[in-house]
């Protein structure tokens, strides 16, 4: 799969503006709107492009707090893990659960309204998995870069 620079700059419009026109595309790349357009067919058919989102914003919608948790699990096997993995999707203040290795088995990105709404969460929900042995709870200070934008390298 070679993308050229074309591509990579389309790819980088598109994910900074998902609803950018074919025509603004085509300016920026000193293409033709055509060739946008089977281009941007092609890249999809890649499967490049996973799929269309608008990025809300979550202090609007009251949700002011953001905590980075680390989880232990009781039991490292694979039906451990699942167990952890299949529980943590029922929960909507969960918006990134990452496993990781290193001294914790999960990190867990979470929003809640405040932390009395965090704190409910940690004891009734999160606490309430069987196979969770710790938590580290982390609560972000400052967000320095939050971007959904993968890096694009020639």
């Known amino acids: 799969m070679k993308l ?64 980075l948790v680390l989880v232990n699990i009781e039991k490292h096997s694979e039906e451990g893990a699942l167990v952890f993995m299949n529980e943590i999707k029922k929960f909507p203040e969960v918006v990134e659960c990452l496993h990781v290795t290193g001294a914790f088995d999960f990190q867990l990105k979470v929003y809640a309204k405040d932390i009395e709404h965090y704190h409910e969460f940690n004891f009734k929900k999160l606490a309430a998995i069987k196979n969770v042995r710790h938590m580290e709870s982390h609560f972000v200070m400052n967000e320095v870069i939050n971007t959904t934008s993968i890096p694009l390298f020639d």
């Open 4 to 67: 050229d620079n074309k591509d990579l700059k389309i790819l980088g419009l598109l994910q900074e503006d998902a609803n950018i026109s074919n025509k603004e595309i085509a300016a920026a790349t000193d293409l033709t709107v055509t060739p946008v357009y089977e281009r941007i067919k092609k890249l999809n058919a890649m499967s490049l492009l996973k799929k269309k989102v608008f990025l809300l914003n979550r202090k609007k919608l009251g949700l002011n707090v953001m905590v």
